[in-house]
């Protein structure tokens, strides 16, 4: 089946350095979506790309869509301590008729002063 | 962000007992997910309803008993649970639209240990 990975799964950075994780599918995705969750919290939706070869931009946060559309790379600039948590990437499964997604392993961040 | 709720929010249980987890969204989506997330694993999806329609049972085993009244609540029924159940069971919603292109939105989960 479909499989999505990330790499790495853990990172330490202090405050002001930056962060990227990278997300690849075993799969051609029609789109590509990025979570992130919070230590004690839930995934929260942060942006959806569409296009082959798409970058986005939110503030600190660059999320790029691979030419192939199998991978897809999250750059956080200067991360600080509210950037902590765990980032998952998300693909669509082929076919059904809900947004069933396949989710990445994740990657874990640490900020540190 | 109150658009999805779940009940409980921590809940431990011995193998022998029978428990519900409740799921209520208020986003007026047409679909349902229930998810388990385990320490070092990815989130799996468990179940998927649109529309009240059950359209996915990921191979999940038959202790584990999913309800859909209406497109607003999710419920999971336990019963005769493992030690490797205990999990964080996290409920999500989304407008149901095929292709995969809409967006979950997720509850704050159940913090299940199954003793």
């Known amino acids: 089946g479909q499989q999505v990975m990330q790499i790495p799964q853990y990172q330490h950075v202090q405050e002001g350095e930056d962060f990227t994780t990278y997300c690849n599918s075993s799969t051609t995705l029609s789109n590509i979506q990025w979570y992130k969750q919070r230590p004690g919290g839930h995934p929260v939706f942060l942006i959806q790309l569409v296009k082959s070869g798409e970058v986005k931009k939110q503030k600190r946060l660059t999320f790029q869509f691979g030419e192939a559309k199998k991978n897809s790379s999250l750059h956080i600039t200067a991360t600080q301590t509210t950037d902590v948590g765990t980032y998952f990437c998300?693909?669509?499964?082929?076919?059904?008729?809900?947004?069933?997604?396949?989710f990445g392993t994740g990657t874990r961040l640490q900020v540190t002063l | 962000e109150t658009g999805v709720t779940q009940t409980p929010r921590h809940l431990v249980m011995g193998m022998t007992n029978k428990k519900s987890l409740k799921c209520e969204q208020h986003?007026?989506?047409?679909?349902m997910y229930w998810y388990k997330q385990s320490a070092k694993k990815p989130l799996e999806l468990m179940f998927v309803?649109?529309?009240?329609?059950?359209?996915e049972n990921n191979s999940v085993p038959s202790r584990f008993s999913p309800e859909c009244p209406n497109s607003s609540h999710l419920f999971l029924h336990l019963h005769t649970l493992q030690p490797e159940d205990s999990a964080l069971y996290l409920c999500?919603?989304?407008?149901?639209?095929?292709?995969?292109?809409?967006?979950?939105?997720f509850g704050p989960g159940t913090r299940l240990t199954v003793l």
């Open positions: 986003l007026g989506h047409n679909a």
């Open positions: 309803y649109n529309f009240k329609e059950q359209t």
């Open positions: 998300a693909g669509p499964v082929s076919g059904g008729t809900a947004s069933k997604l396949t």
């Open positions: 999500a919603s989304s407008q149901g639209a095929s292709g995969g292109t809409d967006t979950q939105y």
